[in-house]
């Protein structure tokens, strides 16, 4: 088994546990796929991790953090590596999609509330 796959089957339980918050846009199954072909990236840690993607829109790219699960202090911990991570990529800024609760732990870490999302099953 491939070191990328163990790792990320290693963090399936807290990945299921974001996932649970999607939305229900994607299973394990889609994002271990897309972590295996390269369109997300794993960010494991001992007790924790993330999941991220790069976007790119006509003026800027962004390193999205897509799925964070575990512990809070380890996803925190990651910061920094991400920021460097995203700028050799490219990126110009972070961004993150979850429950409220990310407004608040990563406010005094200088991140800012760009924008709210909605949704309504039809």
């Not at 072909?37 to 006509?58: A, K």
Request: neutral net charge; charged residues 20%; aromatic residues 8%.
């Amino acid at each position: 088994m491939n070191e990328l796959l163990a790792r990320t089957l290693m963090c399936k339980k807290w990945i299921e546990d974001a996932l649970a918050y999607s939305g229900g846009t994607h299973e394990f199954a889609h994002v271990l796929q897309c972590i295996l072909n390269g369109t997300m990236q794993l960010w494991p840690s001992d007790r924790g991790c993330m999941v991220t993607e790069i976007v790119t829109y006509p003026q800027k790219r962004v390193l999205h953090i897509f799925l964070a699960g575990g512990e809070l202090d380890q996803i925190l911990d990651m910061e920094e590596s991400l920021i460097q991570w995203g700028k050799s990529q490219g990126c110009s800024s972070l961004t993150l999609a979850g429950r409220k609760g990310w407004v608040r732990t990563l406010k005094n870490r200088d991140w800012n509330e760009q924008f709210s999302v909605v949704g309504k099953e039809i």
